[in-house]
């Protein structure tokens, strides 16, 4: 140690190195590598260095060094290296590492390479594999996972800590084609892959898979881990996965949500309502589907014939002839009566359906219908009851009708976009997926609950429920944006206030996997016609940890993600990355790491990405382990295909 200062040290070889080279009791080791530590030893602790630089300095001579051979200007000079502290390793093996400096070395200490043992120590992550408390048989938990190869230390294993990387936010970041989808798929491989009497069976992992990549890389998980494929039905979607189940750990289905799930935000959302007029007629429209849902119901009478007849009261008053009154009346009557308001035995009889009203009649009428009115009835709340998709359009023209009849004369031009909204939505091939009938269609359950259950991987039996599967693959790879946002969100909703509402808070970990998530989870909201999917996200970041629920983010471009989102991150692995604009938002969002660290980014090779984070005690380069299947994002291999006579091409097949 030749040089001391609180921010670096300086240190020179000793002259019996070979170049860089440290040669050791267990073999030699080369330390001229930006990025590798030394140890530096004190009294009872170590001063753990970070290599930033080398230098080779030349001695003074008065022969003039053009005149001086190589083997002159060797013996001459010195090969040094320049080092940050970074903190200090305890010499008694059962004390951790830490962060800061307090006490410096000397000048002339010596200077120590680290061992793989040593390195384990510095990055928390010895003892990789642990008993099992009070297990039988006798069983073993990871406590880190193996990710990679580094590429600084020779041969060593760079690890993970499981409950500081899945027991927090993590972020993938990399340049499309850098290995974002592999490292996933490796990462979740080496959990869910372990064979040993206590595998991952309690683990949770919901996918939402963009681009149809994951299930061909979990296709050969081993027992007892179960897979859930579910992908949304599109009929002119080409699908390249197997029509059929891989084995017999795999369910396949039809994914199906529910529009009745759906809470009043959503929909306000999903329809576009406007603030003053819209959102609380769509919220009376809400509260009035209830009526459809419990056309049996006797405590809702009363409210169901207050309000028919405040719509009929206003149609008789304020239509243009007796023909309109007629047709419109005749038409509300069709889809929604009562039992004291029925065409058949109320208007037909009263010869509704045939010439016009005698006074006689339209005085019967209607103080038939005012006796039926109770003021001191309210239209319901909305409570996520199952009724028919088509019911909601009527429920929003009564809605309209009710507000009309309380003297809001233009009501109805103001709702008119929103009308025109619910029929498009009704009419969209793309929104079938949300047209489900009743609750016999959740998927094969019945209820709300044993819809998140299926999600979850929940079990249910007669007495009590029980974990049947690991991993919820939702294929989203054959619709459009606004589809992934509309059920990413709603799903993401569901599984939070499931896990919120749990009395055992903080005990069945849930991770989602957030796939392209620049196109969901956006800075700043594109679609006009969808979800804000970004606010159940947000707030999943900010307090999904309190109850068990975990957010893994990939994107290609950090700078489109919510900046919420990505500061709640506790840990990275970042691939290649060119993009200016993004470069600088990843040093923005994580000022803790060093400008040389971030600027190893844009030139990482494909497999390749820096780590760190709470998971990792020192930020990491490594070789990221290969994933065993592959997911199903191969790159073209452009000259085999291109290269063939045109009668061997076989294009695009569906």
Known sequence: ?????????????????????????????????????????????????????????????????????????????????????????????????????????????????????????????????????????????????????????????????????????????GNTGSGKS????????????????????????????????????????????????????????????????????????????????LTIEEWELLLQASDRVQRPVLRNALGLTSLFANSAAADLNALRNHILSSCLLHLLSESENHTAARSRIGGLLNVYESVEISRTAFIERLGVSYGNFSDRNYEWMVDTLKALQSPSSEIPPYRNQPFRFADLEMALEMAILFEESHGNRRVRDYCATLMTRVKSLMSRDEFEFLKVESSADLMGNRT???????????????????????????????????IVEVVSSVVTRLVFDRVRRSKARNTFPVNLILEEAHRYVPRQSTSASTLDATKIFERVAKEGRKYGLFLMLSSQRPSELSGTVLSQCSNYIIHRIQNPEDLQHIRKMTPFISESVLN??????????????????????????????????????VSSHWFRMPSDVHPLPT
């Open 600 to 637: 190893r980014l844009a030139s990482l090779p494909k497999q390749y990405a820096l780590a760190f984070g709470t998971a990792v005690s020192i930020p990491t380069t490594f070789r990221v382990r290969t994933a065993d299947p592959l997911p199903h994002s191969d790159d073209s291999d």
């Open 1 to 173: 140690m030749v040089d001391v200062t609180a921010e670096y040290f300086r240190v020179e070889m000793m002259d019996s190195a070979d170049g860089y080279t440290l040669v050791g009791f267990d073999g030699q080791h080369y330390v001229a590598r930006i990025g590798s530590l030394v140890l530096i030893p004190l009294t009872n602790t170590y001063v753990v260095a970070e290599v930033i630089g080398l230098q080779e300095r030349v001695g003074s001579s008065p022969v003039s060094s053009a005149l001086k051979s190589l083997e002159d200007i060797t013996q001459s000079s010195s090969r040094q290296l320049s080092l940050s502290p970074l903190g200090t390793l305890p010499f008694d093996h059962s004390l951790p590492f830490s962060f800061g400096v307090s006490e410096y070395p000397p000048l002339y200490a010596d200077v120590l390479h680290v061992e793989n043992r040593d390195l384990d120590r510095i990055l928390n992550v010895a003892d990789q594999e642990v008993p099992v408390p009070e297990s039988e048989p006798a069983a073993t938990k990871l406590r880190s996972l193996t990710v990679g190869t580094s590429v600084i230390f020779n041969d060593y294993d760079v690890k993970l800590r499981i409950n500081d990387f899945f027991g927090a936010h993590a972020a993938i970041l």
């Open 448 to 482: 709300t609950e044993s819809f998140v259950n299926t999600l979850l991987g929940i079990a249910e039996r007669d007495i009590d429920s029980m974990k049947q599967a690991q991993v919820f693959i939702l294929d989203l790879s054959t619709v459009d944006d606004e």
């Open 182 to 261: 592999c490292t996933i798929a490796s990462i979740l491989q080496a959990i869910l892959g372990k064979k040993t009497n206590a595998p991952a069976g309690g683990s949770t992992f919901i996918l939402f898979d963009t681009n149809g990549e994951y299930r061909r890389a979990f296709s050969q998980l081993p027992s007892p881990i179960h897979r859930t494929y579910a992908r949304i039905n599109h009929t002119q979607a080409a699908d390249p996965s197997p029509k059929e189940p891989y084995d017999n750990r795999e369910t396949m289905t039809t994914f199906r949500l529910p529009h009745w799930l």
